[in-house]
């Protein structure tokens, strides 16, 4: 395959599962904030929806304060933001179209319809209300999308490399999800109002990762912070947790490397490595210690891969 071409297939991935996302964080916390108890910062909500995004600062040089109705749009609609879900939209088509002799008629014309419905929004008048529906119109395109690569691709280097990049940037959201709602935790008071606020994260933090029915019904309890993090961290099984995805990532690799022994390879062994240490960490290790650290240091590892990976094979 040429570099060209897996690097378009790569990122096509990547600005998709970027974009649900960035959708569902926003759609969570903007109706989180409508209903949240009254000890709980509407202004906070709203901040932890650009910090999730990485657009916190970018955010500041265009806006004096935070607002609900400009908050929204920039993430969500705003076209000079090049983070923002329409622009991942915008992206993952380019990309798509790069790769057009690779994929499916179906996965192309779908892909271009969610195009094509970001752009007409884009050019509509924006009130806050529409987050509701276009943030399920990513999440629903999305699905669709996701399916027809399964379903309508050959399951060769192509699809293996689409499947890279949607579990790379899986496992890199999840992490960036936890790491956000863990600094909104931390800034949270040590009273009893703010342990009933902390509390109140944790549903938060498991619907933005769309797991909050099967934690419950895999550990058949509320969710605390311990059980939120093993699930979201550590689970094997779970097609949302950190784990599952760098396991599916290293699978991929190693298809697509052709090669079975992983010390014969640095990015099939720093996979592999990543892999087996989270197999082999308790969630108890990770909250004797520095939890918020051992996110970022994983989050660090999984993109230090990524860009290595792309500067050895993707290059062009």
Known sequence: MLSRIANSLLWMGRYL???????????????????????????????????????????????EKISELNVLFYVLLDVKNPYSIINNI??????????????????????????????????????????????????????QIKGLIDNTMVHNDAWNMVSLGIHIERSIQILRIIGSKMEDISNIKSDN????????????????????????????????????????????NFPKSVLFNVCKAHEHLETLLKIKNSQENKFLFATGKLMY???????????????????????????????????????Y
């Open 17 to 63: 599962e970027r974009s649900e996302h960035l959708a569902r964080y926003a759609k969570v916390h903007y109706f989180s904030a409508l209903d949240a108890p009254q000890s709980q910062n509407k202004e906070e909500l709203l901040s932890s929806i650009l910090k999730n995004a990485g657009l916190d600062h970018l955010y500041f040089k265009d806006h």
């Open 90 to 143: 915008n992206f993952a088509r380019e990309n798509a179209r790069g790769a057009r002799d690779t994929i499916s008629t179906e996965l192309w014309m779908v892909i271009n319809q969610f195009y094509h419905y970001g752009k007409e929004i884009a050019f509509k008048p924006f009130v806050s209300t529409n987050t509701y529906d276009f943030t399920n119109e990513v999440m629903q395109f999305n699905s």
């Open 193 to 236: 109002v703010s342990k009933a606020l902390e509390n109140y994260q944790w549903p938060i933090l498991l619907k933005s990762a769309e797991s909050f029915d099967m934690c419950n019904r895999f550990y058949k309890a509320t969710p605390s912070q311990k059980n939120t993090l093993e699930f979201l961290l550590l689970n094997q």
């Open 277 to 315: 240490s989270l197999k082999y960490t308790t969630i108890d290790e990770i909250m004797a210690s520095d939890t918020i650290k051992f996110v970022e240091d994983t989050l660090e590892n999984i993109n230090n891969i990524t860009i290595e990976f792309e500067k050895e094979y993707l290059l």
